[in-house]
């Protein structure tokens, strides 16, 4: 069945700082990718988004580009800030699979001042 | 517009009681899914409404729990009898036409402590 894998946290990270999570995938065809963010206290929110190969998706300085060869979606962001402090999901839907997400376990960043 | 909400935000119960949690989709949602997230593993697919047809049951964990959408509008999500394994966060989401790429919108989730 698809499968997600995501580093496992916590992240801790200067303000300011590169960071990167990576997120790997399984799946028959060709997934649609998410990754999704839920701030303390909140739900999820969705981050961005890519649907087919060599889309990269964008928001809030966030990116990430759909990688068909190596199964890859990994999240970027150029400096962090203390307000990106969260636990950010990697998550897909299969072509096959209706329209159910398949999400990763979870990274918690903590961006410290 | 309003998003999704759920009730109630926390709750809990001891081993044997019932539960029933609710979700308000989006308004003019036909798609209402459920998710779980139990002690910090991965948020797990449940099930797939369609208007008020289940459209996907297939990550139901077993016969105590039982969802209906009642005129296509709000969810609930009925645990009975409850055991400790079931504590954990339950998220709704929902979406307009159910696509491979359109995106969920979540609610802020149910946090259920089964003692």
């Known amino acids: 069945g698809d499968s997600v894998t995501q580093m496992e946290g916590p992240v801790t990270l200067s303000e300011e700082a590169f960071l990167t999570i990576n997120c790997t995938y399984t799946?028959?065809?060709?997934?649609?990718l998410f990754w999704y963010v839920q701030y303390p206290g909140e739900g999820l929110q969705l981050l961005l988004k890519a649907t087919k190969a060599d889309d990269k998706g964008s928001n809030k300085g966030f990116e990430a580009t759909y990688r068909k060869e190596t199964t890859s979606f990994h999240l970027e962001k150029g400096s962090v800030q203390v307000s990106d402090s969260a636990v950010y999901f990697c998550a897909l839907v299969g072509r096959n699979a209706g329209n159910m997400l398949t999400f990763g376990g979870g990274t918690r960043l903590m961006v410290k001042p | 517009e309003a998003g999704v909400t759920q009730f109630p935000s926390h709750s809990v119960i001891e081993k044997g009681q019932t539960v029933t949690l609710r979700c308000d989709p989006i308004?003019?949602?036909?798609?209402l899914y459920w998710y779980r997230r139990v002690m910090g593993k991965e948020i797990k697919f449940l099930l797939h409404f369609v208007k008020e047809s289940k459209q996907d049951e297939s990550g139901m964990p077993n016969n105590r729990f039982l969802a209906e959408r009642t005129g296509g509008t709000y969810s609930t999500l009925k645990v009975q009898p409850a055991e400790l394994e079931d504590s954990g966060v339950y998220f709704c989401?929902?979406?307009?036409?159910?696509?491979?790429?359109?995106?969920?919108?979540f609610g802020p989730g149910t946090r259920l402590l089964v003692l």
């Open positions: 799946a028959t065809g060709y997934p649609s």
């Open positions: 308004s003019g949602h036909d798609n």
């Open positions: 989401a929902s979406a307009l036409n159910g696509g491979g790429g359109e995106t969920q919108y």
